[in-house]
């Protein structure tokens, strides 16, 4: 995401802050991930296959959970719909762009 540079700058430090968050939200509202349902293995403890649930959000998840509270669920709903991934993504280059021109 940022390379091997060397940031020890406050104004690095408050470049990467901003990227991370952006990087997050992008991870957590727009990018799924599998999780592992069942590992067969077999007599030698080899791993034979592998199945996994359908790929969803961390939002998704949070939505679909019995655990999480209404009120928390209505605050990440209002997030999401507040949220563009072209955006996030315009964000996301221009401040990596401003943090390289800033190392060199």
Known sequence: LVGYHRY???????????LYEIEDQISNYFVPSQKLK???VDDYG???????HKAKTAYQRLIESEK???GVKRKVEKIRRGLSL?????????IQNELF????
Do not use: C, P
């Open 38 to 40: 069942e590992k067969v």
């Open 46 to 52: 080899r791993v034979v296959s592998r199945k996994h």
């Open 68 to 70: 999480i509270s209404a």
């Open 101 to 104: 021109k800033k190392t060199f």
């Open 8 to 18: 020890d700058r406050e104004d690095h430090m408050q470049l990467l802050n901003e």
């Open 86 to 94: 072209v955006e996030l993504r315009e964000r996301s280059e221009k």
